[in-house]
């Protein structure tokens, strides 16, 4: 047998056998174990079948003993086709790695990191201001120049920096933060309370305490004079410095009312799809107005590319428009209401909490939670004097 | 076990010898009336969409219907396909 190069071993090959009986070969053929498949009868003299390529010499030799004319019809190489097939797609990926490549020199995707108080949107605003936006071409970008116009713009960003790797910009932020109060210690000043309370333990380090433990203060009342007057009777100043802990109450409330209007989703939920590409959008819907008139919509964007690495100028969109029904109930948890006020709590004192309570009370439709605790904290504050 | 040559078949069904003991003995299976398989051919005597016709060692194998191709073929067995109406065995 001759072997091609590059030939399948196994590839098959469509003959006809033509002559008065073509049977004969067939059985020739079987009887030498030469596999043949699709046996079928053309005509009276004539049947078609397939056989192995690597056994066609056999099969003209088997021929001509048996008086029968055999005809190659045609050859099923697959691997012929594969390898053909494969200079084909050769073009396809180079054209595709070179999109590839092209499109990584655009930016398709920004990512920020760092920013706590200031939102999202603000910044990219101002680097879309600044020149940094999707699709823009990254080489001849400036990142020191882009720094500079976006904390200009944004006074409330202490530093950033703008990093790009392939077609993705990674954009950290730091805020800036606030400058403590810096008081004059020349200037004179007198502690005055704070919040109402018992006193319980008076630490003053300069001035004239006026108060003693076991007294009760009302807010805004002299605890320490900053003003001190010697025993000739001559009258200094001082900024009254020291802590006062006193014991204070809070009672604090929260007000919902009992039944109130609630969403109850219908199950009734709508897709809709879409397609961005850089910031041309296709919608792959035909009505992009909204059909239900109660409804939330859910949106879902998927980007295409490797996390981390890169991202592809194309974003996959997902809508989801669930509609709901408004019904009554009960609209608040106490839970949640409680939690709330001993986060109100948390944030008035500045000391410790020694006992806190909640209770419940109900009145013309509403529910009312009241947390009350009892503190112990430092009342003072410095008042400046006038003059 | 080996297989016995030349045992006739007859005596092999009285001792109630399994098959695959008897080489070379045909056999055919027909599955839906549109395929089977036979095994024991001793090769193609008349081929049509209507007949087909199989010598074996002993006898041969006539095979009716309409549509019938032979799908396979090698040395002992034979894969036909197509509405299969009757088989007779001479």
């Given amino acids: ?387 | 076990m080996k297989p016995i040559k030349g045992l006739p078949l007859e005596l092999a069904e009285k001792m109630e010898l399994p098959r695959e003991l008897l080489p070379g003995t045909a056999g055919i299976s027909i599955i839906g009336g549109r395929q089977a398989c036979v095994e024991g051919h001793r090769g193609i005597l008349e081929y049509s969409e209507e007949r087909i016709v199989l010598a074996l060692r002993k006898g041969r194998i006539i095979i009716n219907g309409s549509s019938l191709k032979i799908e396979a073929m090698n040395a002992g067995e034979l894969l036909l396909a197509g509405r299969i109406e009757s088989v007779e065995w001479q």
């Fill in chain 1, 1 to 387: 047998m001759k072997k091609q190069a590059g030939i399948n071993p196994y590839a098959m090959a469509a003959v006809e056998a033509f002559g008065a009986y073509p049977e004969s070969l067939v059985n020739a053929a079987t009887a030498e174990g030469i596999e043949l498949k699709k046996i079928q009868r053309i005509n009276t003299n004539t049947l078609g079948f397939e056989a192995y390529e690597r056994e066609l010499d056999k099969l003209k030799h088997l021929a001509a003993q048996c008086s029968v004319e055999l005809k190659i019809i045609k050859y099923q190489d697959r691997q012929r086709r594969m390898i053909k097939n494969r200079f084909i797609l050769l073009p396809l990926v180079f054209s595709l790695l070179l999109c590839l490549l092209l499109s990584s020199l655009f930016i398709w995707q920004i990512d920020i990191r760092g920013a706590q108080r200031l939102s999202h949107g603000e910044i990219m605003r101002a680097l879309e201001d600044s020149g940094l936006d999707v699709g823009c071409f990254w080489p001849g970008l400036e990142a020191d120049e882009i720094r500079s116009r976006v904390m200009l713009k944004v006074p409330e960003i202490g530093w950033m920096t703008v990093n790009i790797s392939g077609s993705r910009a990674v954009v950290v932020v730091q805020e800036r933060q606030e400058k403590p109060e810096i008081y004059d210690e020349s200037k004179a000043a007198d502690l005055v309370a704070g919040k109402t309370g018992l006193v319980r333990r008076v630490s003053v380090l300069s001035g004239n305490t006026l108060v003693e433990p076991g007294q009760a203060v009302a807010a805004g009342e002299m605890l320490a004079s900053g003003r001190l007057i010697s025993i000739m009777g001559a009258e200094r100043t001082v900024r009254a410095r020291g802590t006062v802990m006193a014991d204070t109450w809070y009672e604090i409330d929260s007000v919902c009312p009992e039944e109130m209007e609630l969403k109850e989703y219908s199950g009734f939920t709508r897709h809709r799809f879409a397609l961005i590409f850089g910031k041309r959008r296709i919608n792959l819907y035909i009505s992009s107005g909204k059909a239900i008139d109660e409804c939330d919509k859910i949106i879902d964007e998927y980007t295409l590319g490797l996390e981390g690495h890169f991202a592809l100028p194309l974003r996959f969109v997902h809508e989801r428009i669930v509609s709901y029904d408004h019904s009554t109930g009960r609209g608040f948890d106490s839970e949640t209401m409680a939690a709330q006020l001993r986060r109100m709590l948390d944030e008035q004192v500045e000391g410790q909490i020694l006992q806190s309570a909640f209770t419940e009370a109900s009145a013309d439709g509403l529910y009312v939670l009241t947390l009350r605790a009892h503190c112990v904290e430092n009342i003072a504050e410095t008042r400046e004097l006038e003059g």
